[in-house]
């Protein structure tokens, strides 16, 4: 296994169209995040998944937003009716929990880019 | 809610000597984990440390260490000997262990190493 892969890399839209983007989390791995960066920020959460089942959303995900992670493997965040403020770096990362025995790391992707104009 | 607080967001340091990048957490979980990571300017997120809240012993990976102060919620990243290839943007980050909470993260610190 590669580690986590996210397509695509770079992605410019219109304001107003809908994009979608792809998260191919470590094979073994039962959890998956996405964050939100923007320039000069710290990643900011927006959702995870334990396995299939979506644990938590932050309030940054507005209706507009939506994620799945229909078998439990590979993750896709939509966004709809993109706006100019939606423009930022989305992260894609996963790990492995074993139900509170230790912390383990999140294991990142190298980010798709989203530029609105 | 779980809080991290970086209060210098950049940093200078000459090369082969060591450096301190601050971080103080605020949270109410018992157990918890602190991570640090870093980010070059290529964009990936690079995991660097581990600190469990109950570890006795402040952790080391290479020339990295934490130093972790419980009683004053603070877990500095100490890097040993910079490198020219040190300068990215390094992240502290936490979350409760076992629960169903996310990695929380700071605002990071930039750190530049100088020839």
């Known amino acids: 296994d590669t580690g986590v892969s996210q397509d695509p890399r770079h992605k410019i839209t219109k304001r107003g169209q809908n994009v979608t983007f792809r998260c191919d989390p470590i094979s073994e791995h039962n959890r998956l995040y996405w964050y939100r960066q923007t320039l000069g920020q710290g990643p900011e959460f927006l959702t995870y998944f334990q396995n299939e089942a979506q644990l938590e959303k932050s309030r940054l995900l507005s209706d507009r937003f939506s994620a799945e992670r229909p078998k439990g493997s590979f993750s896709t965040l939509e966004i709809q009716r993109t706006e100019q403020g939606d423009s930022a770096m989305y992260l894609c990362a996963s790990s492995l929990e074993r139900g509170g025995i230790g912390g383990t790391e999140a294991f990142f992707g190298q980010g798709t880019r989203l530029t609105v104009v | ?115």
Do not use: H
């Open chain 2, 1 to 115: 809610a779980q809080k991290i607080t970086q209060t210098q967001p950049g940093m200078f340091v000459q090369e082969k000597e060591a450096v301190t990048l601050d971080c103080t957490y605020d949270t109410s979980d018992q157990s918890y984990g602190l991570f640090w990571y870093k980010q070059p300017s290529s964009g990936e997120m690079i995991f660097l440390i581990y600190q469990g809240s109950y570890d006795e012993q402040n952790a080391t990976e290479g020339r990295y260490s934490l130093n972790f102060q419980k009683a004053r919620k603070s877990a500095n990243l100490v890097i040993s000997a910079s490198q020219l290839g040190d300068s990215a943007m390094y992240f502290c980050a936490m979350r409760e262990i076992g629960g169903n909470t996310p990695l929380v993260f700071g605002k990071g610190t930039r750190l530049s190493v100088i020839a």
